[in-house]
């Protein structure tokens, strides 16, 4: 855990790698609705790509039987050599079986090979300079809790003495659109992925999350997220219902805009 909660902030002059890690489906194929598309427009619309962030995308793809969902990913590749992969699957996986083959195949990389995992649905808006904010902030607050999220649908309260930092309560914890944690927590939702409980329940992926690491850590209750959320989640046909006229996703009040950059670099260094 000491490896894991420091409260140290990490030099902003240090360069971080990281891994944004995106499990995908073809949603058609689930009477839903593809979007990955659009997800990848507003990444280079907020100038990821060009940033010197150093960072790579892992699109964990869950076994669809139709995969040219993805043949748009192509142009990305070929424009942005080395910064997206496609891992695929040959099996058809849900969405709980297709992140824990992302925590497997996560947890197989060479820890000193990433610093952190920018754990991102396929449906979400980001703001204007995301991987810049996300970097900024990042290095001021992530060693401050076991996980972090950009991503704020729930309650958070604010931490006296900061501006860009609140807390909310681990129990709270919904939606995996931009979250946030070291590679050493891999290995408590991996160990307690398929729990009893969780089967019987059939928890989602982010609720797993949450409670395998309850279950270690059990005296955690708050974990750090950002003031205002750096991510949006789309909630177009993203909660995959039979009728996809249904809109059972989530969103957050306190998006800050596909067209603002919060310039967290600035007020953070």
């Known amino acids: 855990m ?86 695929y699957s040959d099996i058809k996986l849900n969405g709980n079986g297709n992140t824990f083959k992302m925590f497997m195949f996560l947890n197989k990389i060479p820890k000193n090979n990433i610093d952190f995992i920018i754990w991102m649905d396929d449906d ?47 129990q709270d914890f919904i939606g995996t659109c931009c979250t946030i944690f070291k590679p050493e927590v891999m290995k408590y939702p991996l160990e307690q992925w398929f729990h009893k409980h ?5 928890f989602n992926p982010d609720v797993r999350f949450r409670e395998s690491i309850r279950k270690y850590f059990f005296h955690i209750t708050k974990f750090c997220v950002s003031s205002e959320s750096l991510v949006q989640h789309m909630n177009i046909g993203s909660s995959i219902y039979l009728n996809k006229k249904k809109n059972k996703g989530h969103k957050c009040n306190n998006f800050v805009g596909e067209d603002n950059d919060p310039k967290l670099y600035d007020h953070l260094k």
């Open 2 to 87: 000491n490896k894991i909660i420091t409260n140290k902030v990490i030099s902003f002059e240090k360069k971080l790698q990281y891994i944004i890690a995106i499990p995908c489906v073809n949603r058609e194929e689930r009477n839903a609705i593809n979007v990955i598309d659009e997800t990848f427009k507003g990444f280079e619309k907020s100038g990821m790509f060009e940033s010197l962030i150093d960072f790579k995308i892992l699109l964990f793809e869950s076994g669809s039987v139709d995969r040219s969902y993805l043949d748009f990913i192509k142009v990305y590749q070929e424009k942005y050599p080395e910064k997206i992969f496609i891992i």
């Open 124 to 170: 979400v808006f980001v703001c204007n300079k995301f991987i810049e904010n996300a970097d900024a902030w990042i290095k001021k607050y992530a060693n401050f809790s076991f996980y972090s999220s950009l991503y704020v649908p729930y309650d958070s309260h604010s931490v006296k003495g900061h501006t860009f930092i609140k807390h909310a309560y681990v």
């Open 198 to 202: 969780h089967q019987l329940f059939n």
